[in-house]
């Protein structure tokens, strides 16, 4: 079976492309259209990839604020129906059709935050997800953020506890959806400074079993900011040892420093966060 052609947007801006969606939507309309300009004639991406947190959604109202470790499923599909509520506002019919005429499959981060209605702390909690469309079907498949990033998102994210969410077939094709502290569950530092029998450790071991029993051959990561190409290095090392069966990896990439200078070259970011053939760049500058 042929490689098929997996494309990633690549820019440089605030998290959640500044704030709006008319912004969201011009940069994904240009990268439609950079992308049909890339492709080979008459063919089309398996897949397009952005980074984390490509767009915010609200919070939802009807939210019942169950365990942020391990929420209970209303609560996850309420999450997932307001960033889904909020895609529908972003994908305009003329959008969909360029989009659709690319690439089967668009693959984005949505955030959303708010702080707990009985808190007058500033601490907000937090939903990092993972959404998929279908661009034939115009269904979404959510996953969302597995591993929280330090103690505070052990306390303050509503974690995507579903772990068989991240793992997907894509015409066939065995892919693996990772949110964007998730490709740490492969990193070496992180193994080293967890505890043993700790609740990390334990989260770790059971993604690594499932990843390892699923076999994916294609993996989609969704950073919100990459400003160096060694950010992710050892974690994507770590990932090919532990899952030979992965021939394809690829990172949507935001080159973003919180208002600073990033610490690499774009072009060596994008060269360290993928490997695998049939990879088209869609950079906008």
Sequence with gaps: ??????????????????????????????????????????????????CGGFYYFPWPEDFTWSNNFSPTPADLRALEASAEHQLWQLLTPSLLMELAAVTDFFSFGADSWLAHPSTTREAKYRCELVGLLNLKTLQVHWTGKYYPTGNYQMRHLYRYS????????????????????????????????????????????????CASAFAPTIVLHHPHTTDSPRIWLGAIHQLQHQLPSVSRFISGINVY???????????????STTFGPSVIEVKLA
């Design 257 to 271: 420093n919180d208002g600073n200078p990033p610490r690499g070259q774009w072009g060596d970011i994008l060269k």
């Design 162 to 209: 579903i772990i068989d969410s991240h793992f997907v077939f894509l015409n066939r094709r065995r892919t693996m959806l990772l949110g964007c502290h998730d490709l740490n569950l492969f990193s070496p530092r992180g193994m080293a400074s967890e505890a043993e029998g700790g609740v990390r450790a334990k989260l770790r071991a059971e993604f690594l079993d």
């Design 1 to 50: 079976m042929a490689f098929p052609i997996i494309a990633r947007l690549s820019f440089q801006m605030a998290p959640h492309c500044g704030g709006t969606l008319s912004t969201t939507r011009s940069y994904l309309r240009r990268a439609a259209r950079r992308l049909a300009n890339a492709l080979p004639s008459g063919e089309k991406a398996l897949a397009l990839t952005t």
